[in-house]
């Protein structure tokens, strides 16, 4: 894999990661919730007990975060590289929902496994969920091929 390559997945991951993350942000705000997967990250990892300080918990949330956004942009990138599927809208939305339906099983399971849930309430956090990786899908959509232009 070429370093434009490379440069072009970490850059969209980055933005699509960015943006699906302040739209998390923004409902939070709005429903009252706490609907942040960085936060419900550090959450996981303290009722987990992991003996590292609060604040590396934090930011432990934010690596995990961006880097499960990273995974899902390479899965992108094998699937519009070897041309299983092409690289539009449809397709982008296509990914947003398959993406969606990932996220959701991966937090329920997530949540099923710790001792102690969080206090929210789930059904509006599993609909944001499923939204954020449609717009999550159509950012990475939108900056892939522009990072290409301008690097290649």
């Known amino acids: 894999m070429s370093f434009h390559i490379i440069l072009q ?14 739209f998390s942000y923004a409902v939070s705000m709005s429903a009252r919730e706490i609907y942040k ?62 993406s969606g339906i990932i996220g959701i099983i ?12 969080p206090d929210i309430y789930f059904r509006g956090y599993y609909i944001q969920l499923f939204i954020a990786h449609i717009i999550f899908s159509v950012m990475a959509f939108v900056v892939y091929p522009l990072v290409a232009q301008i690097y290649m």
Do not use: D, R
């Open 9 to 22: 997945i970490l850059i969209s991951s980055v933005a699509a990661t960015s943006v699906m993350t302040l």
């Open 37 to 98: 997967e960085p936060v419900l990250l550090t959450y996981v990892f303290t009722v987990l007990h992991l003996k590292v300080s609060p604040n590396l918990k934090t930011i432990l949330g934010w690596i995990l975060h961006y880097l499960i956004g990273l995974v899902f942009v390479i899965a992108y990138h094998f699937l519009w590289f070897n041309e299983f599927l092409e690289i539009s809208w449809s397709t982008s939305i296509l990914l947003g929902i398959i």
């Open 106 to 117: 991966s937090w329920t399971i997530l949540f099923e496994i710790i001792p102690q849930k």
